[in-house]
Protein backbone atom coordinates (compact mmCIF):
# COMPACT_ATOMS: atom_id res chain seq x y z
CA UNK A 1 0.00 0.00 0.00
CA UNK A 2 1.48 3.26 -0.89
CA UNK A 3 0.70 5.84 1.69
CA UNK A 4 0.65 9.21 0.07
CA UNK A 5 1.58 12.21 3.10
CA UNK A 6 -0.05 15.71 3.09
CA UNK A 7 -0.59 18.28 5.75
CA UNK A 8 -4.37 17.99 6.02
CA UNK A 9 -4.47 21.56 6.32
CA UNK A 10 -3.33 21.78 2.57
CA UNK A 11 -5.38 19.24 1.24
CA UNK A 12 -9.09 19.78 3.00
CA UNK A 13 -9.28 22.79 1.87
CA UNK A 14 -8.85 21.68 -1.48
CA UNK A 15 -11.11 18.99 -1.24
CA UNK A 16 -13.76 21.07 -0.01
CA UNK A 17 -13.32 23.46 -2.98
CA UNK A 18 -13.67 20.72 -5.53
CA UNK A 19 -16.52 19.11 -4.06
CA UNK A 20 -18.24 22.51 -3.70
CA UNK A 21 -17.48 22.91 -7.45
CA UNK A 22 -19.48 19.80 -8.28
CA UNK A 23 -22.15 20.52 -6.34
CA UNK A 24 -22.79 23.87 -7.50
CA UNK A 25 -23.39 21.89 -10.82
CA UNK A 26 -26.85 20.65 -9.25
CA UNK A 27 -27.28 22.77 -6.15
CA UNK A 28 -28.09 26.50 -6.07
CA UNK A 29 -26.74 26.61 -2.35
CA UNK A 30 -23.55 25.29 -1.48
CA UNK A 31 -22.23 25.68 2.04
CA UNK A 32 -18.56 25.10 1.31
CA UNK A 33 -17.97 25.81 5.25
CA UNK A 34 -19.97 23.00 6.03
CA UNK A 35 -17.95 20.68 3.43
CA UNK A 36 -14.60 21.14 5.00
CA UNK A 37 -16.15 20.05 8.64
CA UNK A 38 -17.94 16.78 7.19
CA UNK A 39 -14.58 16.51 5.31
CA UNK A 40 -12.33 16.95 8.04
CA UNK A 41 -14.40 14.72 10.60
CA UNK A 42 -14.44 12.02 7.88
CA UNK A 43 -10.77 11.95 6.65
CA UNK A 44 -9.80 12.41 10.28
CA UNK A 45 -11.92 9.05 11.19
CA UNK A 46 -10.44 7.07 8.42
CA UNK A 47 -6.61 7.86 9.15
CA UNK A 48 -7.14 7.24 12.55
CA UNK A 49 -8.74 3.65 11.48
CA UNK A 50 -5.83 3.24 8.74
CA UNK A 51 -2.87 4.19 11.67
CA UNK A 52 -4.84 1.69 13.83
CA UNK A 53 -4.94 -1.33 10.98
CA UNK A 54 -1.28 -0.22 10.26
CA UNK A 55 -0.03 -0.94 14.14
CA UNK A 56 -0.97 -4.53 13.78
CA UNK A 57 2.38 -6.49 13.07
CA UNK A 58 0.93 -8.38 10.38
CA UNK A 59 0.80 -4.98 8.15
CA UNK A 60 4.27 -4.86 8.79
CA UNK A 61 6.10 -4.31 5.34
CA UNK A 62 2.83 -3.43 3.30
CA UNK A 63 3.19 0.15 3.64
CA UNK A 64 5.48 2.41 1.91
CA UNK A 65 5.35 6.32 3.09
CA UNK A 66 5.54 8.87 0.04
CA UNK A 67 5.46 12.58 1.41
CA UNK A 68 4.14 15.14 -0.73
CA UNK A 69 6.43 17.83 -0.72
CA UNK A 70 9.49 14.63 -1.51
CA UNK A 71 7.03 13.65 -4.57
CA UNK A 72 6.99 17.05 -5.97
CA UNK A 73 10.70 17.56 -5.56
CA UNK A 74 12.08 14.78 -7.13
CA UNK A 75 8.83 12.34 -8.48
CA UNK A 76 11.20 9.54 -9.69
CA UNK A 77 12.98 9.10 -6.40
CA UNK A 78 10.34 8.76 -4.50
CA UNK A 79 9.11 5.97 -7.63
CA UNK A 80 12.10 4.31 -7.15
CA UNK A 81 11.80 3.90 -3.58
CA UNK A 82 8.21 2.47 -3.96
CA UNK A 83 9.68 -0.13 -6.47
CA UNK A 84 12.52 -0.79 -3.73
CA UNK A 85 10.33 -1.34 -0.86
CA UNK A 86 8.01 -3.82 -2.47
CA UNK A 87 11.20 -5.69 -4.16
CA UNK A 88 10.11 -4.28 -7.65
CA UNK A 89 12.12 -3.76 -11.08
CA UNK A 90 11.70 -0.53 -12.43
CA UNK A 91 12.64 -1.24 -15.73
CA UNK A 92 14.53 1.40 -18.03
CA UNK A 93 11.28 1.77 -20.37
CA UNK A 94 9.00 2.29 -17.48
CA UNK A 95 11.12 5.18 -16.25
CA UNK A 96 11.33 6.69 -19.27
CA UNK A 97 7.88 6.77 -20.12
CA UNK A 98 6.99 7.80 -16.50
CA UNK A 99 9.45 11.19 -17.06
CA UNK A 100 8.33 11.88 -20.31
CA UNK A 101 4.77 11.97 -18.59
CA UNK A 102 5.71 14.37 -16.34
CA UNK A 103 7.64 16.46 -18.85
CA UNK A 104 4.82 16.70 -20.68
CA UNK A 105 2.12 17.42 -17.59
CA UNK A 106 3.97 20.30 -15.38
CA UNK A 107 2.35 21.25 -12.29
CA UNK A 108 -0.51 24.14 -13.03
CA UNK A 109 -0.27 23.49 -16.98
CA UNK A 110 -3.82 24.30 -16.55
CA UNK A 111 -3.81 26.94 -14.51
CA UNK A 112 -3.87 26.37 -10.39
CA UNK A 113 -6.42 25.46 -7.96
CA UNK A 114 -6.93 28.35 -5.63
CA UNK A 115 -8.50 27.13 -2.23
CA UNK A 116 -8.17 28.70 1.25
CA UNK A 117 -8.95 27.09 4.98
CA UNK A 118 -10.98 29.78 5.57
CA UNK A 119 -13.20 29.28 2.40
CA UNK A 120 -13.73 25.78 3.64
CA UNK A 121 -14.35 26.68 7.31
CA UNK A 122 -11.12 25.21 9.24
CA UNK A 123 -8.29 26.77 10.51
CA UNK A 124 -4.59 25.50 10.91
CA UNK A 125 -5.11 24.90 14.74
CA UNK A 126 -8.46 23.18 13.89
CA UNK A 127 -6.76 20.86 11.85
CA UNK A 128 -3.97 20.56 13.42
CA UNK A 129 -5.64 19.09 16.58
CA UNK A 130 -7.90 17.06 15.02
CA UNK A 131 -5.19 15.24 12.82
CA UNK A 132 -2.63 15.27 15.94
CA UNK A 133 -2.18 11.59 16.19
CA UNK A 134 -1.40 11.07 12.63
CA UNK A 135 0.63 14.82 12.62
CA UNK A 136 3.04 12.98 15.46
CA UNK A 137 2.86 9.68 13.33
CA UNK A 138 4.19 10.27 9.98
CA UNK A 139 5.28 14.54 10.13
CA UNK A 140 7.53 14.80 13.16
CA UNK A 141 11.23 14.23 11.95
CA UNK A 142 9.99 13.36 8.50
CA UNK A 143 9.59 16.14 7.24
Known sequence: IVFPHR??????????SLIATIRRWTYPHVDQAAIGQAQM???ATALERTL???ADPAQAGRFVD???ERLVADPMRSVRSIYDHFG???????ETAMQ???DDKPKDKHGAHRYTLEDAGLTRAQVHARFAPYLDS???SQD
Do not use: G, I, K, N
Open 138 to 140: HFT
Open 41 to 43: EMW
Open 7 to 16: DPASTLPSLA
Open 88 to 94: LELTPQA
Open 100 to 102: RFL
Open 52 to 54: AFR
Open 66 to 68: VHY
